[in-house]
C-alpha cells in the first residue's frame, strides 16, 4: 500500500466528520497560527525598535552625559549647555563626518488668535531636513535662505494645525499658509504644513520646525540639545563618531562626558526583551499545542472504537497489523498537518496585518514555516501512535464482531 | 489444498478451560465445495476463522497447500488472508463510506496493485456479479443481496484459491439466498474451493460435500443426517433448478424429522439437544 493511499484514505475519513475533524484541529491552529504570528510580529517590531533606536539614516547620536565623578567635583556642569554651535562647527571638520544634524526642543505654548495649544517647538539646522527628509503636505519645506536668515517661518504638524484652527469652519489647509502664529509670544509664519503621520507608536505629535537661529532667538536660549552625526558611509559612522566624542571632551577639558550612544547595547537590550517576550508566548502556544495534541489523540482513540469492524475487515482482506498502524498514524499526521497548514496561513494573515498597520517590514520567515510544518506533522505522529497502535493491536475476529 | 489434524482450540473463560474445537480433522481438496452445518455454538465459525488464518488454532497442525500455517509470521499470514483466500460475511462487512467500486479495490490495495489496474480489475468482479451498473453506490444504497453480491466481487477479485464464506445467506430472503448460492456454484465450477457455513440444508445441498461439526467434533453431515435424506434434498434442489422455480429452504429440522421416521436412534441423539 503507497503512502499516497494512506493519504487518500485519511483525508476521506477526516473529511466524513467534517466538524469534528476541525473541532479536533483547532488547538493545533492556535498554537501553531500563535506562535507564527508571534515570531514573526517579533522578529519585525524588533527590527523596528533597532531602527528606531540606531537612528534614521544611518546616524549616530552624540551625548552630553556627565558622569557622576565629574558633577561631584562640579555640580556646575550639569546646567553647562550641552552642545553650542562652535561645537557643531568644529565636529564638521572630521573627515569622516558627512553632516552634523543639531536640534534644540523645547515645549512651549503656541497662540493663534483665540486659540492656543502647548507644543513641541524644534529648531533645526539645514542637515536635519537633509537627513530626516521632513514630508510636506502643504507649502513649502524649510529652505537654506531660512537657515540663512533665521527667518521666522514654522513648519507645523498636522496635529498643531488642527489645534489651531479647527473652529473655524473647515478651512482648505493651503489657506492657512502665511498666518502668523505665537510661539512663546514671538510671531512666527506658517510656511509648510507637514504629511499626517500614521505610525503604530506615534500619533505623530503637535510639533513645529523652525530654523535654529529663529529657536535661538525666540527662546533666548543658545543651547543645543541634541546633536547626531552622518558619516560619509556606515562603516566609519562608530569611529566618526567617537572622533566627535574625543574632539569634544578635549575641548571643553571633560573626561568623558560626551558619549556616543551604544547602540549595541541598547540592540541587545531590545533583543532580549523581544526573545523573552517571544519565549512567554510560545510557551502558552506550546501549551495549546499540547492540549491540541491531546485532543487529536482522543478523537483518534474515538475513531479506532468506532472503526473496530473496518479494521476487522481490512485485516481479514490481507492488511498487515503494520499497515493499520500506518494508516492510523498518517490519519492523525494528516489531521494536525492540515491544522498547522491552517494555523500557519491565519499566523502569517496576522502577522502580515499587524505589520501592515504597524508600518514595518512582515518577517514571516522560511525556517519557521518549515518549522512549524515538521513540528505539526510531530505531534501528529506522538499523539497518533498510541490510537494507531491501540487500532494495529486489535483481534480480527473480535473486531468483526463489534456491533 | 486444505489438511487440518488434531486441532483443538480452547477458550480461558473464568479461569477455566472451554474447549470449542475438541479434534479436528479434516483435508478439504482444490476444487472441491464443502458445507459446515452444525447447531449455533457448536464451532463453526471458529473453525472457519482458523481455515481464514484469522485464527490459531490452541493446538494441531494446519497445512495450507502443503505448508505449516503457523509457520508464518504475522505478515504472511496477512499475506495469505490477502492472496488465497476469500472472505463472505453473513452481515457482508462492506466499508459504509466506500462505495461499491472502492470497496472491492481494498484487497487490492494490500496487494499493491496500481490505481488502473485496480479498477479495471474491480469493475470485471462487479460485472462477474452482476452489479457494474451499481458500482458507485454506496453500501447503503444496495439491497441485501446486492451487498453480498459486492462482498463476493470483493472476496474474488484477488482471485484466491479459496472462498470461506460464514453463513452468507443468513440475512437475506429465500430467493435472493438461491442467486447468492448459484454464484458460488459457479465459482465452484471455475475451480475455487468453496467452504461454507450454513444452518439451512438446503444451502447446504449446492455443496458436494458437507461435514457437521457438534460438541467440537466433525462427523460426515451423511452419517449424522441420513444420507437419503440428503440425497432426496440433493435432487428437490436439482430439479428445481430445472424448473427455474424453488420451493422454501428445508430446515434442518426437517431433515431431522424425516430421519426420525426412518431411524429411531439418530432422533434420539438429536433429542440431545
Ligand atoms: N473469544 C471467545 N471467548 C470465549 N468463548 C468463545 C469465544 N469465541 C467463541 N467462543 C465460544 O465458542 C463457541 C463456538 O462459537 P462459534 O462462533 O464458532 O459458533 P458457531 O458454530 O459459529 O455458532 P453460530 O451458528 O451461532 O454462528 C461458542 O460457544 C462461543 O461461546
Ligand atoms: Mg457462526
Not at chain 1, 539646522?125 to 514630508?135: F, K, P, S, T
Not at chain 1, 524649510?142 to 473652529?167: P, Q
Request: aromatic share 6%; glycine share 8%; net charge negative.
Amino acid at each position: 500500500m503507497s503512502i499516497f493511499e494512506s493519504i487518500k484514505m485519511a483525508f476521506s475519513s477526516l473529511f466524513a466528520h467534517k466538524l469534528r475533524s476541525i473541532l479536533t484541529m483547532l488547538g493545533i491552529i492556535i498554537g501553531v497560527g500563535s506562535v507564527i504570528a508571534v515570531v514573526a510580529i517579533g522578529q519585525g517590531g524588533e527590527a523596528v525598535l533597532k531602527s528606531m533606536f540606531s537612528g534614521e539614516a544611518n546616524t549616530i547620536e552624540l551625548m552630553y552625559m556627565p558622569s557622576d565623578e565629574e558633577i561631584e567635583a562640579d555640580p556646575s556642569i550639569l546646567y553647562e549647555d550641552a552642545f553650542t554651535q562652535t561645537d557643531i562647527d568644529m565636529i564638521e571638520s572630521i573627515p569622516e563626518i558627512e553632516k552634523v544634524v543639531s536640534s534644540s526642543t523645547e515645549s512651549t505654548n503656541v497662540r493663534y488668535q483665540q486659540e492656543s495649544t502647548e507644543s513641541m517647538v524644534i529648531g533645526i539646522n539645514q542637515a536635519y531636513i537633509d537627513v530626516h527628509g521632513l514630508e510636506i503636505a502643504h507649502g513649502r519645506n524649510l529652505v537654506a535662505a531660512d537657515f540663512l536668515g533665521g527667518s521666522r517661518a514654522a513648519i507645523v504638524s498636522e496635529e498643531m494645525k488642527d489645534e489651531l484652527f479647527e473652529d473655524g469652519e473647515e478651512k482648505d489647509a493651503s489657506e492657512l499658509l502665511g498666518t502668523v502664529v505665537y510661539m512663546n509670544n514671538q510671531p512666527i509664519e506658517i510656511v509648510g504644513i507637514l504629511e499626517a503621520e500614521d505610525n503604530f507608536f506615534g500619533l505623530s505629535m503637535n510639533s513645529a520646525y523652525i530654523p535654529m537661529n529663529t529657536w535661538q532667538t525666540v527662546f533666548a536660549d543658545t543651547a543645543i540639545t541634541e546633536v547626531s552625526i552622518k558619516a560619509n558611509s556606515a562603516d566609519e559612522l562608530e569611529i566618526a563618531g567617537e572622533k566627535a566624542a574625543a574632539m569634544l571632551n578635549t575641548f571643553h577639558e571633560k573626561d568623558d562626558a560626551y558619549q556616543i550612544l551604544n547602540m549595541e547595547e541598547i540592540a541587545d537590550g531590545i533583543g532580549k526583551i523581544t526573545r523573552i517576550m517571544t519565549i512567554i508566548i510560545s510557551s502558552i502556544a506550546g501549551v495549546s499545542l499540547l492540549v491540541g495534541g491531546i485532543g487529536v489523540m482522543n478523537i483518534m482513540l474515538v475513531s479506532v472504537t468506532e472503526r473496530t469492524r473496518e479494521i476487522g475487515v481490512r485485516m481479514s482482506l490481507g492488511a498487515t497489523r503494520g499497515q493499520i498502524l500506518f494508516q492510523f498514524l498518517v490519519e492523525a499526521m494528516t489531521l494536525t498537518l492540515i491544522g498547522g497548514l491552517i494555523g500557519m496561513a491565519l499566523g502569517s494573515g496576522t502577522a502580515l496585518l499587524v505589520s501592515h498597520f504597524a508600518g514595518w517590514q512582515p518577517l514571516v520567515s522560511l525556517p519557521v514555516i518549515v518549522g512549524g510544518i515538521l513540528f505539526s506533522m510531530l505531534i501528529g505522529v506522538v499523539f497518533g501512535l498510541l490510537p494507531a497502535n491501540k487500532a494495529s493491536r486489535l483481534d480480527p475476529i473480535e473486531s468483526l464482531r463489534y456491533e | 489444498m486444505i489438511e487440518l489434524h488434531n486441532i483443538v482450540k480452547s477458550y480461558l473463560v473464568a479461569g477455566e478451560d472451554l474447549v470449542v474445537l475438541k479434534d479436528i480433522h479434516l483435508t478439504i481438496e482444490q476444487g472441491e465445495f464443502v458445507a459446515i452445518m452444525g447447531p449455533s455454538g457448536s464451532g463453526k465459525s471458529t473453525l472457519m476463522n482458523i481455515i481464514g488464518c484469522l485464527d490459531k488454532p490452541t493446538s494441531g497442525e494446519y497445512h495450507l497447500q502443503k505448508k505449516l500455517v503457523s509457520d508464518y509470521n504475522e505478515k504472511e499470514l496477512a499475506g495469505v488472508r490477502n492472496q488465497s483466500i476469500g472472505f463472505v460475511f453473513q452481515q457482508f462487512q462492506l466499508l459504509p463510506r466506500l462505495t461499491a467500486l472502492q470497496n472491492v479495490e481494498l484487497p487490492m490495495i494490500y496487494a499493491g496493485i496500481g490505481k488502473k489496474e485496480r479498477i479495471e480489475r474491480a469493475e470485471d468482479a462487479l460485472d462477474k456479479v452482476g452489479l457494474k451498473d451499481r458500482m458507485n453506490h454506496l453500501p447503503n444504497e444496495l439491497s441485501g443481496g446486492q451487498k453480498q453480491r459486492v462482498a463476493i466481487a470483493r472476496s474474488i477479485v484477488n482471485e484466491p484459491s479459496i472462498i470461506l464464506a460464514d453463513e452468507p445467506t443468513g440475512a437475506l430472503d429465500t430467493k435472493t439466498g438461491e442467486q447468492i448460492m448459484d454464484m458460488f456454484t459457479l465459482l465452484n465450477k471455475e475451480g475455487t474451493t468453496v467452504i461454507l457455513v450454513t444452518h439451512e440444508a438446503e444451502v447446504a445441498s449446492y455443496a458436494e460435500r458437507t461435514v457437521f461439526v457438534r460438541d467440537g467434533e466433525l462427523t460426515s453431515a451423511d452419517e449424522v443426517v441420513g444420507h437419503e435424506a440428503l440425497e432426496k434434498l440433493r435432487t428437490k434442489h436439482d430439479s428445481a433448478e430445472q424448473n427455474n422455480e424453488r420451493g422454501n429452504f428445508v430446515n434442518l429440522e426437517d431433515v431431522f424429522e424425516e430421519t426420525e421416521t426412518d431411524d429411531g436412534t439418530k432422533g434420539e441423539e438429536e433429542a440431545t439437544h
